[in-house]
């Protein structure tokens, strides 16, 4: 079935470090995918998404690549903030009984130090 | 814009008593769902539904009631709670008939605990 694969957590690293957590995925289709992010005591965010193949999605210093070649699409920041300390999900979007559902990887945990 | 709101944000309750997490939307929506998150799980779907009067099973749908009598509401029940139902529920909220990828708002959560 559709599902998606995150780097383990939890992934520290230091102020101005460059970051990136890998996901990857298998489904049938042509999925859309997503970051979603959630900072701690809130709830998730979208952070950014790409639709198709080779599509870039970028918000905040974040960049993820739809790779449908490798199934992949990778988050990466090149110089992380104390502020993205998050959990990051990667998902993506499947047709489930004719409307959209969101399939998630199980989170990566981040903490940046100063 | 209000966005998803859910309440009540925290809720510990006794196993076997019921309760209903509210959840409504301001963005005439006509897609709205539920989701579980359980440490090392991601996010499981519960139940959603596609418009006002027509709710579905998701993948994790034992336990919990909806209904959707409206497009902007869509409650979630625990008929009688147990401590597997520990865990933080979402709700969230999408346009269904723009194709795919669409953005998928979601409420800021409702951390629930049964004793």
């Known amino acids: 079935g559709d599902s998606v694969t995150q780097m383990e957590g939890p992934v520290t690293l230091s102020e101005e470090a460059f970051l990136t957590i890998n996901c990857t995925y298998t489904a049938t289709g042509y999925p859309s995918l997503f970051w979603y992010v959630q900072y701690p005591g809130e709830g998730l965010q979208l952070l950014l998404k790409?639709?198709?193949?080779?599509d870039k999605g970028s918000n905040k210093g974040f960049e993820a690549t739809y790779r449908k070649e490798t199934t992949s699409f990778h988050l990466e920041k090149g110089s992380v903030q104390v502020s993205d300390s998050a959990v990051y999900f990667c998902?993506?979007?499947?047709?489930?009984?004719?409307?959209?559902?969101?399939?998630f990887g199980q989170g990566t945990r981040l903490t940046i130090n100063p | 814009n209000a966005g998803v709101t859910q309440t009540p944000k925290f809720q510990v309750l006794k196993t076997g008593q019921s309760m209903t997490l509210q959840c409504a939307q301001d963005?005439?929506?006509?897609?709205m769902s539920w989701y579980r998150q359980d440490p090392g799980m991601g996010l499981r779907l519960i139940h959603y539904s596609v418009g006002a009067g027509i709710t579905d099973q998701g993948e994790v749908p034992n336990g919990y009631n909806v209904s959707r009598s409206t497009t902007e509401d869509f409650p979630l029940r625990l008929l009688s709670a147990a401590p597997s139902q520990t865990s933080v529920y979402f709700c969230?909220?999408?346009?269904?008939?723009?194709?795919?990828?669409?953005?998928?708002?979601f409420g800021e959560g409702s951390w629930l605990t049964v004793v």
């Open positions: 963005m005439n929506h006509e897609y």
């Open positions: 998902a993506l979007t499947v047709l489930f009984k004719g409307a959209q559902k969101l399939v």
């Open positions: 969230a909220s999408s346009p269904i008939r723009t194709g795919a990828g669409n953005t998928i708002y």
């Open positions: 790409a639709t198709k193949a080779d």
